[in-house]
């Protein structure tokens, strides 16, 4: 099973509304890092986020990190039809004193015009 | 304008022949890595290399082969392709130094390879 796994799989949203998506991780983490798919195309990276930090923003992003919980939330606000793409969180981990990153399988965001 | 660039974008061949797709960055990233995308399985990385001339396994390298020659080139070659190799293949370069990924990847555009 996936190191990190996006919920949900797929969301449609209006325009105009926030769109959230989470990711779960099993493991301890070094940094949990976003990025965006549009369709077809290579990912971008949208945030970093460290495993001692709590909170990041960029622009209408917002990312948190639980580690408690092992979970990572990211927040668009006030959604744009641009956004519509694929979006995917990927966990760092440590292995055997080097790291190692793992992508999840993505969450499919469409918005709505 | 910095960039991973990935030639060709779209690739039909057939089975046994072999093919090579290259990447080039022009970033100065000492960091390059192949990952193939499936539908239902994420991406998963091929090889990467953390710097010219060290190269090293991913999760998926059975069939595939790379070269470190230069710092901005990491060819993906295909001995012998079979129709499983059919997939989204995506080159990524990084600043991380060493074998730490705290630095984001830049990805390439993406190369669509189908194999017959």
């Known amino acids: 099973s996936q190191q990190g796994e996006e919920d949900p799989q797929a969301l449609s949203i209006q325009e105009g509304e926030n769109a959230t998506m989470n990711c779960s991780y099993k493991?301890?983490?070094?940094?949990l890092q976003w990025y965006r798919q549009n369709s077809g195309r290579g990912l971008v990276h949208l945030i970093l986020?460290?495993?001692?930090?709590r909170e990041k923003h960029s622009g209408r992003l917002r990312v948190t990190l639980d580690t408690s919980k092992k979970s990572s939330s990211l927040l668009i606000t006030a959604s744009r039809a641009a956004d519509t793409a694929s979006y995917f969180c990927?966990?760092?981990?440590?292995?055997?004193?080097?790291?190692?990153?793992?992508f999840g399988t993505g969450t499919r965001l469409t918005i709505i015009p | 304008e910095a960039q991973v660039t990935q030639n060709p974008r779209y690739l039909i061949t057939v089975t046994g022949k072999k093919l090579t797709v290259t990447c080039s960055q022009n970033?100065?990233?000492?960091?390059m890595s192949w990952y193939r995308q499936d539908p239902g399985l994420g991406l998963r990385q091929i090889y990467y290399?953390?710097?010219?001339?060290?190269?090293d396994k991913g999760d998926v390298p059975e069939g595939y082969k790379v070269s470190r020659k230069e710092k901005r080139n990491f060819p993906l070659i295909l001995e012998s392709p079979s129709p499983n190799q059919t997939s989204l293949y995506f080159c990524?370069?990084?600043?991380?130094?060493?074998?730490?990924?705290?630095?984001?990847?830049?990805f390439g555009n993406g190369t669509r390879l189908t194999v017959t």
């Open positions: 990524a370069s990084s600043l991380a130094r060493g074998r730490s990924y705290n630095s984001p990847l830049h």
């Open positions: 493991t301890s983490i070094n940094n």
């Open positions: 986020i460290r495993s001692n930090e």
């Open positions: 990927a966990t760092v981990i440590s292995n055997f004193g080097n790291e190692k990153l793992t």
């Open positions: 970033m100065n990233h000492e960091y």
């Open positions: 290399s953390m710097n010219v001339e060290v190269t």
